[in-house]
């Protein structure tokens, strides 16, 4: 790779070699109007500036909310979360939104002036962070707690002259927001507030950087190194015109962004989910281009293979419109950064661009994002075309991923399976975890990612039903579910992509933690049939006689077993799963659980079990199969 992460004197070259102003680096050298017009050319960059006027005009109608004390406390009382992020995201979402619209209707002052009480505000907030990044952090002050009473000693007056502050991932992108906001709109804004923005970014995230013990974050591989790393790269490169400054920082947080990559396989997966390959691939995208322009091309990191193969990750786990295959923390649907898309293409052209109409609408993003904001209006292209996501088979052997679509005259028919392991970055207990899709409909389904508190991150984790494997279609032995940790993994035994047919097994017996169980090969075919179908096999092997064996399977919709016997699961008359086992074999029984997602909103979900009956004393092995026909 083209980095020089330790060559602090070649890097200071290349950027004494380039002149090029942070505003012709943001805008690609292009005058500021041309782009402005550029953007109301075409009828999806229209469309989105008149979501964000739409957006402006509500907010003008509303006041700042207040990021209280009490809301502060919420976190560390109750383990809430979402009280206080709910009040600091819409606070972001006025920074976005009067920040965009100051910049394309600089004429209509009404913008700029909320966008100038906006960022008074957020430069005099007590922390940038989020409660649940600093519980542990110097901005709680605990330490200091016996020093309320009493009259301080004169060397206590001095005390504190060298402020310390956490570096996470919403101080990281506020610093860049606010420096880029300050770039872009220029003298538009008062003197008085690029001062105080580049004070503010210096003195809780640049500063910082330079001199407290390095950040955690800083040797993730994790969305957490490409955030924080390429927002502090970012607002470098816009506030520090020194190059030995800014070759100092770029220099410290390199090795982020390389930690960062190094997280990935050379299969490019993101075993986090597809929400966090746009969000962490994104913000090391937009950072990359920024570094790339301000060294003249010394500093490429898209030269990397494996940055190509991270970026064609999209377009392999997208099954069907806005339909994803959520595996980890992902949601089961979003929409497409097009920005990013665009830029990915023209650098890697076998990307498959998206269609246009899949775009994010301005408020998909819940946290209100500024940079994917403004890219997808400045990287957007109307000329990209786009279509829809084609037939194909995928298997990412690093993740030991299957990923196959099929398009249809009848509809998109997918499946998707995992094996892997129990350590991954934002890790689900999963292993051998499968989902179908047919004809608009999810029909059994990995929930994907829950409500964020306290309790999800810590040691009660798997007990929430979307982490832990009782909330996935996996087996359940002896009443045990899969345990945690990277010891329990998925041992892949066969992986064939044919024109006929997809085979994938994988032995997930080293899962459960239980010795007796010596083997556990779940066989997945699946037959691209018109309409296709789906076997699912599973083998045990036992070195003394179980207890139970159950057989789970998660579907948004709720079954119903016909008089011939079989299940279907039907939530609409085009979209119909029929499900055939022996009955000889088992019983079968429908849990209904709830859902708490990602975004607040609550689903009932419905666990089919299928109970071995277990009359066959002695039968220490046993093969299930179950038939799925789409009709």
């Given at each position: 790779m083209n980095v020089p992460t330790g060559n602090l004197e070649s890097l200071k070259t290349a950027l004494?070699?380039?002149?090029?102003?942070?505003?012709?680096?943001?805008?690609?050298?292009?005058?500021?109007?041309?782009?402005?017009?550029?953007?109301?050319?075409?009828?999806?960059?229209?469309?989105?500036?008149?979501?964000?006027?739409?957006?402006?005009?509500?907010?003008?109608?509303?006041?700042?909310?207040?990021?209280?004390?009490?809301l502060f406390r919420?976190?560390?009382?109750?383990?809430?979360?979402?009280?206080?992020?709910?009040?600091?995201?819409?606070?972001?979402?006025?920074l976005t939104t009067f920040g965009l619209l100051a910049w394309l209707e600089e004429e209509k002052g009404v913008y700029t002036e909320a966008l100038m009480n906006t960022i008074w505000s957020i430069l005099d907030e007590y922390?940038?962070?989020?409660?649940?990044?600093?519980?542990?952090?110097?901005?709680?002050?605990?330490?200091?707690?016996?020093?309320?009473?009493?009259?301080?000693?004169?060397?206590?007056?001095?005390?504190g002259a060298e402020e310390?502050?956490?570096?996470?991932?919403?101080?990281?992108?506020?610093?860049?927001?606010?420096?880029?906001?300050?770039?872009?709109?220029?003298?538009?804004?008062?003197?008085?507030?690029?001062?105080?923005?580049?004070?503010?970014?210096?003195?809780?995230?640049?500063?910082?950087?330079?001199?407290?013990?390095?950040?955690?974050w800083e040797t993730q591989t994790h969305n957490w190194a490409s955030v924080c790393g390429g927002s502090i790269a970012a607002a470098a490169i816009y506030l520090l015109p020194d190059e030995a400054e800014l070759a100092a920082v770029l220099t410290r947080v390199f090795p982020a962004l390389a930690s960062y990559l190094s997280g990935f396989e050379e299969d490019g997966a993101c075993t986090e989910g597809y929400m966090y390959w746009q969000y962490g691939f994104g913000y090391f995208t937009y950072a990359a281009d920024l570094i790339k322009q301000r060294t003249g091309g010394a500093v490429d990191w898209?030269?990397?293979?494996?940055?190509?193969?991270?970026?064609?990750?999209?377009q392999k786990c997208f099954m069907d419109g806005r339909k994803v295959v959520n595996?980890?923390?992902?949601?089961?649907?979003?929409?497409?950064?097009?920005?990013?898309?665009?830029?990915?293409?023209?650098?890697?052209p076998e990307i498959e661009h998206p269609e246009l109409s899949l775009r994010a609408g301005f408020r998909d993003d819940h946290c209100s994002r500024w940079a994917p904001a403004l890219r997808n209006l400045l990287w957007s292209r109307e000329d990209a075309g786009g279509s829809p996501w084609p037939t194909a088979s995928y298997y990412l052997p690093d993740a030991q991923w299957l990923i196959s679509k099929q398009i249809q005259p009848a509809g998109t028919f997918v499946f998707a399976a995992k094996g892997g392991h129990n350590d991954e970055p934002h890790n689900h207990n999963d292993l051998g975890n499968f989902l179908v899709y047919a004809q608009g409909e999810t029909l059994l389904a990995d929930l994907g990612s829950g409500r964020y508190t306290r309790a999800y991150f810590g040691p009660e984790r798997y007990e929430i039903l979307c982490n832990g494997s009782?909330?996935?279609?996996?087996?359940?032995?002896?009443?045990?579910?899969?345990?945690?940790?990277?010891?329990?993994?998925?041992?892949?035994?066969?992986?064939?992509?044919?024109?006929?047919?997809?085979?994938?097994?994988?032995?997930?017996?080293?899962?459960?933690?239980?010795?007796?169980?010596?083997?556990?090969?779940?066989?997945?075919?699946?037959?691209?049939?018109?309409?296709?179908?789906?076997?699912?096999s599973d083998s045990f092997l036992y070195a003394e006689a179980p207890e139970s064996v159950v057989e789970r399977f998660l579907s948004w919709h709720s079954p119903r077993q016909l008089e011939d016997g079989r299940i279907l699961i039907a939530p609409t008359n085009e979209a119909r799963l029929y499900m055939t086992y022996d009955q000889s074999q088992f019983d079968w029984s429908v849990q209904t659980f709830i859902h708490d997602d990602h975004y607040e909103n609550r689903r009932e979900c419905y666990a089919l079990d299928f109970t071995w009956k277990l009359s066959q004393q002695g039968n220490l092995s046993v093969s299930t199969t179950f038939q799925f026909t789409f009709e």
């Amino acid at each position: 790779m083209n980095v020089p992460t330790g060559n602090l004197e070649s890097l200071k070259t290349a950027l004494r070699n380039v002149s090029m102003e942070p505003l012709q680096l943001l805008l690609n050298g292009e005058a500021p109007e041309q782009v402005k017009a550029r953007l109301l050319q075409g009828r999806h960059g229209a469309e989105l500036v008149e979501e964000i006027r739409a957006e402006g005009s509500k907010l003008l109608e509303t006041s700042m909310p207040e990021l209280s004390y009490a809301l502060f406390r919420l976190y560390a009382d109750k383990g809430s979360r979402i009280e206080y992020e709910q009040v600091y995201f819409r606070r972001r979402n006025r920074l976005t939104t009067f920040g965009l619209l100051a910049w394309l209707e600089e004429e209509k002052g009404v913008y700029t002036e909320a966008l100038m009480n906006t960022i008074w505000s957020i430069l005099d907030e007590y922390t940038w962070c989020l409660p649940a990044h600093i519980m542990q952090g110097p901005e709680m002050r605990e330490q200091g707690a016996e020093a309320i009473t009493g009259s301080p000693s004169p060397e206590g007056l001095s005390r504190g002259a060298e402020e310390a502050f956490t570096i996470d991932l919403f101080s990281a992108e506020t610093a860049f927001a606010l420096s880029e906001i300050s770039v872009l709109l220029g003298e538009a804004l008062p003197a008085l507030l690029r001062v105080r923005i580049r004070e503010e970014v210096l003195r809780r995230v640049l500063r910082p950087l330079m001199t407290q013990a390095p950040s955690r974050w800083e040797t993730q591989t994790h969305n957490w190194a490409s955030v924080c790393g390429g927002s502090i790269a970012a607002a470098a490169i816009y506030l520090l015109p020194d190059e030995a400054e800014l070759a100092a920082v770029l220099t410290r947080v390199f090795p982020a962004l390389a930690s960062y990559l190094s997280g990935f396989e050379e299969d490019g997966a993101c075993t986090e989910g597809y929400m966090y390959w746009q969000y962490g691939f994104g913000y090391f995208t937009y950072a990359a281009d920024l570094i790339k322009q301000r060294t003249g091309g010394a500093v490429d990191w898209f030269q990397d293979d494996k940055v190509r193969q991270i970026a064609l990750f999209q377009q392999k786990c997208f099954m069907d419109g806005r339909k994803v295959v959520n595996f980890s923390d992902s949601h089961w649907q979003a929409g497409i950064f097009m920005g990013l898309s665009s830029y990915l293409k023209q650098l890697y052209p076998e990307i498959e661009h998206p269609e246009l109409s899949l775009r994010a609408g301005f408020r998909d993003d819940h946290c209100s994002r500024w940079a994917p904001a403004l890219r997808n209006l400045l990287w957007s292209r109307e000329d990209a075309g786009g279509s829809p996501w084609p037939t194909a088979s995928y298997y990412l052997p690093d993740a030991q991923w299957l990923i196959s679509k099929q398009i249809q005259p009848a509809g998109t028919f997918v499946f998707a399976a995992k094996g892997g392991h129990n350590d991954e970055p934002h890790n689900h207990n999963d292993l051998g975890n499968f989902l179908v899709y047919a004809q608009g409909e999810t029909l059994l389904a990995d929930l994907g990612s829950g409500r964020y508190t306290r309790a999800y991150f810590g040691p009660e984790r798997y007990e929430i039903l979307c982490n832990g494997s009782q909330g996935h279609s996996v087996p359940i032995l002896d009443g045990l579910y899969q345990q945690a940790g990277a010891d329990y993994r998925a041992k892949v035994l066969e992986s064939s992509q044919t024109d006929a047919q997809d085979v994938f097994v994988v032995d997930i017996a080293g899962a459960y933690g239980l010795a007796k169980l010596q083997e556990l090969v779940r066989r997945f075919t699946w037959s691209k049939t018109v309409p296709p179908t789906l076997e699912v096999s599973d083998s045990f092997l036992y070195a003394e006689a179980p207890e139970s064996v159950v057989e789970r399977f998660l579907s948004w919709h709720s079954p119903r077993q016909l008089e011939d016997g079989r299940i279907l699961i039907a939530p609409t008359n085009e979209a119909r799963l029929y499900m055939t086992y022996d009955q000889s074999q088992f019983d079968w029984s429908v849990q209904t659980f709830i859902h708490d997602d990602h975004y607040e909103n609550r689903r009932e979900c419905y666990a089919l079990d299928f109970t071995w009956k277990l009359s066959q004393q002695g039968n220490l092995s046993v093969s299930t199969t179950f038939q799925f026909t789409f009709e």
